[in-house]
């Protein structure tokens, strides 16, 4: 038996979503739709379909169709925390790309007067920041795979690493324990070698509120969104009581190795 080449092509497409497990796959088009469908249907049992609007679906259906099994709610504004939160896998379909994955699905040409107007960068942006992103390009044209994209709809490697990463991936040196160990003990000499312990004393304490903060971040990524809310309503509130609170965090979650025992499964990343 011969496969076609749109088989092939679907099958490429599931194999984005293989590892996976219980993430929500939002795919775009026809064939990235139907290898979500296969690959839940077969290697990735525990992917997590949408009709399309706003229900969560059991069960594989024929492009068309109503799904055979509704299993559960997710309106539109549900779908951030899930895409924020990391769980979420999408396959666009650019217009253009780059070498780093840089993607335009907004417009063609000059940016202050396009050639051609597209959709928009729509979620493009949160997309590729927040959790992973794939893309299936139809047609494999000099229009397609360009040197440098008209506009940045989805960030790509290079621009992702000139911003540096973000807050939740905050990891210090394990020798900063002991660093802040000395300056704690210089903050008792005398004279000049006392005030170099108390500024860096100062200095550590406030990266370590910082640590505690990228630590509360982390886990509200990874498993509770509201944790944000209540972390800078106390900040708001109890500031100093609250600051005092994260500093520890940070300083003892080396030790304990929170974000190990609390981190999602599948944390998220760009493919």
Not at 58 to 79: L, N
Not at 122 to 142: K, L
Not at 221 to 232: G, I, M
Request: with cysteine; hydrophobic share 50%.
């Amino acid at each position: 038996m011969t496969a076609s080449r749109a088989e092939v092509c679907v099958v490429a497409c599931a194999e984005a979503w293989r590892g996976d497990g219980e993430l929500l796959a939002s795919p775009i088009g026809l064939i990235p739709t139907i290898a979500a469908r296969l690959a839940r249907a077969t290697f990735e049992p525990d992917l997590l379909l949408s009709d399309g609007e706003a229900y969560l679906t059991q069960g594989t259906w024929a492009i068309g169709d109503k799904p055979p099994v509704v299993e559960g709610w997710i309106p539109y504004r549900a779908v951030f925390d899930v895409l924020w939160s990391g769980r979420r896998h999408i396959m666009m379909v650019p217009s253009q790309i780059d070498r780093y994955g840089n993607a335009n699905i907004s417009a063609i040409g000059d940016y202050d007067r396009p050639r051609r107007q597209l959709v928009g960068v729509r979620g493009a942006p949160g997309n590729t920041v927040n959790h992973p992103t794939s893309y299936w390009v139809p047609r494999h044209a000099p229009r397609s795979f360009v040197a440098s994209v008209d506009m940045v709809s989805g960030v790509g490697y290079d621009r992702a690493a000139a911003a540096g990463p973000a807050l939740p991936a905050l990891v210090y040196p394990t020798s900063l324990p002991f660093l802040f160990a000395l300056a704690v003990a210089a903050t008792f000499a005398p004279g000049i070698l006392g005030i170099a312990g108390v500024s860096f004393t100062g200095a550590l304490l406030f990266a370590y509120l910082i640590a505690g903060l990228a630590l509360m971040h982390f886990i509200a990524r990874a498993r509770a969104a509201w944790l944000l809310w209540l972390v800078y309503t106390a900040l708001i509130l109890f500031g100093p009581y609250a600051a005092i609170a994260l500093t520890v965090t940070g300083l003892i979650e080396p030790l304990l190795g929170l974000k190990r025992r609390l981190g999602a499964s599948h944390p998220p990343s760009s493919t």
